[in-house]
């Protein structure tokens, strides 16, 4: 009995682990190929064009033509689009002879309707062109919304920016109203607040009314790990909450977001650490600084990038870059520690450190980008 039991635990475990396996593109002597967080090889470097997971597939190139690999590196859907686009919500969108369309994880084709201009599934829809104005497609290629406004951005947490003539408001997945359309600047969707402007006065939407901050000029969007902001007041920069009242006044010269009750802020062009009472926490020493990762660690630099503990300790030596690898945008928190390792970079090439600065597989690549749980 307690053998079978083994057996099952293990066969358990064995699937969970597959389950929750994240990869990584990197690309050596030219060619592409994925790593697990150990540094082994799961998909050998043999692509000449291929980009990072999204879920369970990822695009790769052969003979000119795109398909879709899944984490054994096996075709789950065979290359034979001229162009192609990454999955979200289970769908991708496929290009032959000029034409754009969407195809499903096993590359059956999604009927929609006829439209000008298609657009990428985000967060379960996808925008669509209809006549000079846009609405919403659901997975099942069905109208969620019939085209009405001039332009709806991408969701964020299940609310996406629209824009009438020359103002903004929010929609939900349903196409549904969340903020009227009457705003002249608006943030993006966040659960902990959105900043909006009117006229000339910024603050931050609470209660379906604009709580005017007075004086502010900018206000920056929230981020996740607090309902504290920066919004920028005489050219100087503090902090808001959702409900639009100062909880730091302005007096940095840069912000950026808190994180583990941490924010990087700047004076005198030397960047420290404050908390949320605004009392600093790490000297103001550094030349540049981003947000603390879900790891306790954060980014710094003096003539290169190192990182810091909680306590300000110098955990890992001031001896990389961290800038972007192949990706075209990468915000302050891929910069940093993400699920125990973070993405750096030497005259040797790209690579990736534990918690510990160890160099993962003890190798460089001529490029690496993120990992990702192919799980989702």
């Known amino acids: 009995m307690k053998i079978a039991l083994t057996l099952v635990l293990g066969m358990f475990l064995g699937m969970v682990n597959l389950s929750a396996q994240e ?17 082994a090889y799961v998909i050998q470097p043999k692509f000449e064009k291929a980009k990072s997971f999204s879920g369970p597939y990822a695009m790769a190139e052969k003979d000119g033509n795109w398909g879709y690999i899944n984490a054994s590196g096996e075709w789950a859907i065979e290359p034979k689009y001229d162009k192609a686009k990454k999955f979200n919500s289970g769908r991708a969108m496929v290009n032959t002879n000029d034409a ?37 497609l659901g997975t099942d290629g069905k109208f969620i919304l019939e085209p009405k406004f001039d332009e709806i951005k991408n969701f964020h947490h299940g609310g996406a920016k629209v824009r009438n ?57 929230f981020h996740d790990g607090s309902n504290f ?61 981003e947000v603390f990762s879900n790891d306790g660690l954060a980014p710094v630099k003096d003539k290169d990038w190192g990182f810091i503990d909680t306590s300000g300790n110098l955990i890992i030596p001031m001896d990389y870059d961290i800038s972007v690898g192949l990706a075209f945008f990468q915000s302050g928190e891929d910069k940093g520690f993400i699920g125990g390792v973070s993405r750096v970079k030497t005259k040797k090439g790209w690579g990736y450190l534990d918690k510990d600065g160890k160099l993962l597989g003890n190798k460089w690549y001529q490029n690496a980008e993120l990992f990702v749980d192919t799980s989702k």
């Open 100 to 136: 754009w369309g969407y195809i499903d994880g096993s590359g059956n084709p999604l009927n929609v309707p006829a439209a000008e201009k298609y657009y990428d599934f985000n967060d379960g829809v996808a925008i669509i062109k209809r006549d000079d104005k846009v609405g919403l």
């Open 23 to 39: 990869l990584a593109l990197v690309r050596e002597d030219g060619k592409f190929g994925y790593i697990d967080k150990s540094g």
């Open 165 to 221: 003539g020359d103002l903004w408001g929010m929609i939900d997945q349903k196409g549904e109203l969340t903020i009227p359309i009457e705003y002249k600047e608006l943030g993006f969707n966040h659960p902990s607040g959105v900043w909006g402007r009117k006229g000339d006065d910024f603050g931050i939407v609470a209660n379906g009314q604009l709580k005017v901050i007075p004086g502010v000029d900018r206000i920056w969007n």
């Open 229 to 289: 902001t920066y919004a920028r007041k005489n050219k100087k920069l503090g902090y808001v909450n959702n409900q639009g009242e100062w909880v730091i006044e302005p007096k940095f010269d840069k912000a950026r977001a808190f994180k583990n009750g941490l924010a990087p802020a700047a004076q005198s062009k030397k960047w420290g650490y404050i908390n949320e009472k605004g009392e600093t926490i790490i000297d103001f020493q550094y030349r540049d600084a």
